[in-house]
């Protein structure tokens, strides 16, 4: 459907997750294990991929962590803090294959999707 088509945001995630394989395996995935209390790494090459999943996240109310080269500094040690921190909320990390690396410490996560 064009743009136009759809009533809202939330359509258009709708409608997002169920044209792409992927996201409707992910989407099965996150839901499974948000029930079960896991923790979530989520790696991409690719930022717009990441701006799509965290659009994906706020739909679901999944709370969540960012990283990506946009992100530095101060900025990128209180979103590592804040996912590692007791008691944290926050399921997901998404995070660029390039900005997560050296220095980052995420044992809090028992899951990573790549």
């Known amino acids: 459907p064009d ?4 009533y809202n945001k939330q ?5 997002l997750i169920r044209s ?3 996201l409707i395996l992910l989407d099965k995935l996150l839901i499974r294990l948000r029930e079960r209390g896991n ?3 989520i790696f991409s090459q690719m930022v717009r991929m990441l701006d799509i999943l965290a659009e994906y996240l706020k739909y679901r109310q999944f709370p969540f962590q960012r990283l990506d080269g ?3 500094g101060e900025l990128r040690k209180q ?4 996912f590692n921190a007791e008691g944290s909320e926050d399921f997901c990390f998404l995070l660029s294959t390039r900005a997560g690396g ?5 044992a809090s996560a028992d899951t990573v999707v790549i």
């Open 20 to 22: 792409s394989g992927k």
């Open 70 to 72: 946009s992100i530095k």
């Open 102 to 106: 050296l220095g980052i410490n995420l």
């Open 39 to 41: 923790r979530v790494l």
């Open 11 to 15: 359509e258009a995630l709708q409608h």
């Open 79 to 82: 979103a590592l803090d804040h």
């Open 3 to 6: 743009d136009n088509e759809f």
